[in-house]
Structures are given as C-alpha cells and as structure tokens.
C-alpha cells in the first residue's frame, strides 16, 4: 500500500480556482512520477497533468494546459494541481496517482498507486 491522500477539493463557481493537495507517506515520494487524473461517474477516468520525480519534466492533457499546473515539493512528500479559471465541466472526482517510474507518464496502465479521490464540483 502506497498511501496517497488528497485535499482540496469543494464546491466553486465557475470562474474561480482551487488548489489540489495529494500527500505521501511512507514511501520515497521524491523516486517517482506523479499524476493526477480524474473521472466522472459512468465515464472512464482521464489524464490531467503528470510530474517527474524532479520536477523536471511535466505533460498536460491538451483541454486543461491552459489552466491547471501541476506542481511538487519533495520536501513535503506533496503533489499539487492548481485549477484556475474552472468550468462546470470541471466537475469531476481528482485522484492523484503515483507512477511506476521516475518520469512523467501519461498512461493509466503507468501508475501504480492511487489516492481515495477528492469531489471538485464547478456551479454555473
């Protein structure tokens, strides 16, 4: 078991922005590749951003490059995901996810362990 548990998630208007926590515990965060996805009832889960294990490199789904960043701090053993400028169709459960390797990954096959998820709900 790889604990991951995420934080901030809420209730916003659209317009407004929130700041994704997910924090480690127990493991050698500052090893691997990060991620974050997330996913709406009866639909498959998506990719968001991802982080290498030093920031170094990072990879943005194409419909949120423009408004979310992802971030690290090993110190801390946290990842996060700032979410500006957030639309009704933002509405989602957020699940940060751990990979299996060092880099930014992109594929749900890469990570290999997974938070309990935080509900972002966007009001119109």
């Known amino acids: 078991q790889v604990p991951l548990v995420e934080s901030g998630g809420g209730l916003v208007q659209a317009g407004e922005s929130l700041r994704l926590a997910c924090a480690a515990s127990?493991?050698?965060?500052?090893?691997?590749?990060m991620g974050w996805f997330r996913q709406v009832p009866g639909k498959e889960r998506q990719f968001l951003a991802s982080?290498?294990?030093?920031?170094?490199?990072?990879y943005y789904a194409e419909l949120v490059k423009d408004r979310f960043t992802i971030s690290r701090d090993n110190a801390q053993n946290t990842v996060y995901l700032q979410m500006n400028s957030l639309k009704p169709e933002d509405t989602a459960a957020y699940y940060c996810?751990?990979?299996?390797?060092?880099?930014?990954?992109?594929?749900?096959?890469?990570?290999?362990?997974w938070g309990q998820g935080t509900q972002v709900t966007v009001s119109s």
């Open positions: 127990g493991w050698r965060f500052d090893l691997f590749g």
């Open positions: 982080i290498s294990a030093r920031s170094s490199n990072k």
């Open positions: 996810a751990a990979a299996t390797t060092a880099g930014a990954r992109t594929k749900e096959s890469d990570f290999g362990h």
